[in-house]
């Protein structure tokens, strides 16, 4: 017979991610207990994963317990928030024993990295769906927000833009690569990294941020709406990794960069006096000054709006 409801979230949910003092009550009861630090916001934040539109079906169970909270971790980050406790909603077809393993250690392994307590859930039948809660906190008033960014402050970008597009791509078949470009780039895709520490260390610095999910110049574009002010970019400074300039040409890698989803970097502005300070920072991930932000409304690249599949980012409605 296979296990039931309660059985699968005794083995499978219960006592996962890290141990935190401040979690009172975690899995078992009608509810959770948890004891936010005073003087600090609660920064709260919820993503959902289904198969097909988010992660390809039959991806790894390890890779989608990894995603569905490091999308999470990166909003979080995005915030400039310390991750603390999570809530898992999950919808499955049937009690897989094989992918509840490896869902979970997927998801623990990633918790226990970030110091996140899994504390609470609802499990139910029906098609694959993941959804997590994951909440955090912030000194008050120090949370980065999308609406600061000010006319003359430097556009900055994390890590390697570009890449995890480029990974999907290759596991859909629609590019090839090979041997360790190919490695790199399905990793991007597979396990990305969400930057928490580089947002903790952005507090007080950055003036906007808005970590990238569904392509660089879109979530850009969403960045310079909620600050009443525009962009400039200039593509010959996008940071390119190796892995991407090894399997396509410069109009691809720039399409890839710009337009490209699931990359999970930060996308911040910051005044210029803080040119030195970011440059030397050593926050897990690679910044590089990609342009500039303008008094004149919408998104330039060189100078010209975004190519329309570079520009627009995902929809999920989106005719
Ligand atoms: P209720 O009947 O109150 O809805 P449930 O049977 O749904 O309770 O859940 C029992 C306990 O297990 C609760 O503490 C709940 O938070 C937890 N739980 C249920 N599903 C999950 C899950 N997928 N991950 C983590 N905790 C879960
Ligand atoms: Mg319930």
Redesign the pocket.
Known sequence: MPPG??E??ER???H?GAAREDVRL???????LVAPRAGAECVLALDTLVENAHFPAGMDARFVGHRALAVNLSDLAAMGAEPAWA????TLPSADEHWLAGFSAGLDTLARRFNVA??????TRGPLTVTIALAGSVPAGAALLRSGARPGDDLWISGTPGDAAAGLAILQGRLQGQGRARDALLHRFQLPEPRVALGVALRGIATACIDVSDGLAGDLAKLCAASGVGADVESRELPLSAGLCSIVGPEARRRFALGGGDDYELLFTAPAGHRARLAALEAGAVLRRIGVVSETAGVRIDGAPPEREAGHGFDHFAG
Do not use: C
């Open positions: 409801e309660f699968l979230i499978f949910f219960t996962r975690g899995v078992g009861d009608d509810a959770a809530l898992l909603g999950l899994l504390i609470g859930g609802d499990t």
